[in-house]
């Protein structure tokens, strides 16, 4: 499966967009991109998946450029309670390979 | 909702110990994963089961380590004897995936284990 690339970490206010980028430039056609994320002390949890499409869903959108070689997550109105490492992993049929993923902060 | 059951929370024992930890997936989820997580890292898999059977066992370190789901529903990890490099999170995951294609895993709490 193709590995990806996010930022160590990220600062992000209260009530603002999150944009958090992920790349993926070697991406195969059956691979999807999945996000999680891991609250402090917590067991990770899934939050979205796509394979080409953009989706939304009550936590989060996920915008994938048309060349699938890189994504973003956005949490639309960030609150403290989205602090967490999130993970982005491209999966197509084997297991879920998880990275170091972003540290992302969110300030007052 | 639903959750994955795990205990016990924190586990403290001595090296050379035996230790175990205890997952009750999701009902009706017939894919169970047993993943390790060192601090400041992301998981990584230990073993998956479909059922009562493993189909990944690969990053297992089976001189020490064993996983059992004997009737496919919850599962026991056991670590003998315990190393200070065992020191972990232990994370416990469940699917209703039977095979490839996209699908979501169910996180537990995990079990912090920390080998003195």
């Known amino acids: 499966d193709a590995k990806t690339t996010q930022p160590t970490s990220m600062d992000c206010a209260e009530g603002r967009a999150a944009n958090l980028p992920c790349n993926h430039s070697?991406?195969?056609?059956?691979?999807?991109v999945y996000w999680y994320r891991q609250i402090h002390s917590q067991g990770p949890q899934y939050i979205i998946h796509g394979l080409k499409n953009n989706e939304t869903n009550e936590m989060a959108s996920l915008i994938i450029t048309e060349d699938r070689k890189s994504s973003t997550l956005i949490l639309p109105h960030a609150t403290l309670r989205d602090t967490a490492v999130y993970y982005c992993?491209?999966?197509?049929?084997?297991?879920?390979?998880f990275g170091a993923g972003t540290q992302v902060v969110v300030t007052p | 909702e639903a959750e994955v059951a795990q205990s016990p929370r924190y586990k403290i024992t001595e090296k050379s110990q035996a230790v175990a930890f205890w997952c009750d997936p999701i009902s009706g989820h017939a894919t169970l994963y047993w993943y390790r997580q060192i601090l400041g890292q992301g998981p990584e898999l230990l073993v998956q089961f479909q059922d009562e059977s493993v189909v990944d066992d690969s990053q297992l370190p089976k001189d020490r380590f064993s996983a059992e789901r004997l009737k496919g529903v919850d599962s026991t990890l056991k670590i003998q004897p315990a190393e200070l490099g065992d020191s972990a999170m232990y994370l416990c995951?469940?699917?209703?995936?039977?095979?490839?294609?996209?699908?979501?895993?169910?996180f537990g709490p995990g079990t912090r284990l920390t080998v003195t």
């Open positions: 995951a469940s699917s209703s995936a039977l095979a490839g294609g996209p699908y979501e895993q169910y």
């Open positions: 992993i491209v999966r197509g049929w084997g297991k879920f390979q």
């Open positions: 070697t991406i195969s056609g059956n691979e999807y």
